[in-house]
């Protein structure tokens, strides 16, 4: 199985438009977007759900299912909109042969943003996906916040600011794949123990992650559109 992993939108729909065609010459199967449709400012006349819907509706034109965590910046509306549409893996999840997907969005910061949920609330909202995942061959850990202290989590600063629960998880629960992203800046890849990880940057800058799947064994990258 092949994906697709994009995210860190922030509203752009302009370059989303433009790079829909070039995404259209990669072999995937399911496409993993990892939040962050939105920003807290949006254009005059247009609400976060509004620009959201569009961003959808673009990268439904690939025509591969879509699995979608919320970011820090997507507010309640638009956690309700890809929730009522079906692509929502947030505290669920799904199992799609052998492959077992779940995942937690959002993720804490200094600026308030719209969706920054505890430490505790990640722990239990991933405990939930996994179960419902539990019958599955391989797990797929989907998660907007990255795992602390690995190269997915690091600003330029050079400050590690990811999440403990999250790189705890991957330690105990083990799945073969772990996909972040809210950091873009430390887009690539990583290993952590036997999972692979992969932050796929910010899509408006033309960066995106493929990743291949097969009898366990991962192999990733993160490309750029512009080159």
Known sequence: ?????????????????????????????????????????????????????????????????????????????????????????????????????YGFGGAKTPFMTPFEPTEDELKRGLEKGYKETFSSKYKIQITHNPPYNTKMDVIRAGAHVGSNVVRKFIENKKPILSLSAHIHEARGVDVLGKTFLLNPGKLPEGYFGLVEMKDGKVKGRVLNLCE
């Open 1 to 101: 199985m092949n994906l697709l992993v994009m995210g860190d939108s922030h509203g752009d729909i302009e370059n989303m438009i433009n790079y829909m065609e070039k995404l259209e010459n990669f072999k995937y199967d399911i496409i993993i977007y990892m939040g962050d449709f939105t920003d807290i400012e949006t254009p005059r006349g247009f609400n976060q759900k509004d620009i959201t819907s569009i961003l959808i509706e673009e990268i439904k034109s690939l025509g591969k299912p879509i699995l979608a965590v919320p970011g820090n910046n997507d507010n309640k509306e638009v956690r309700k909109l890809i929730e009522d549409i079906g692509i929502n893996i947030h505290g669920k999840g799904r199992v799609i042969g052998d492959y077992g997907f």
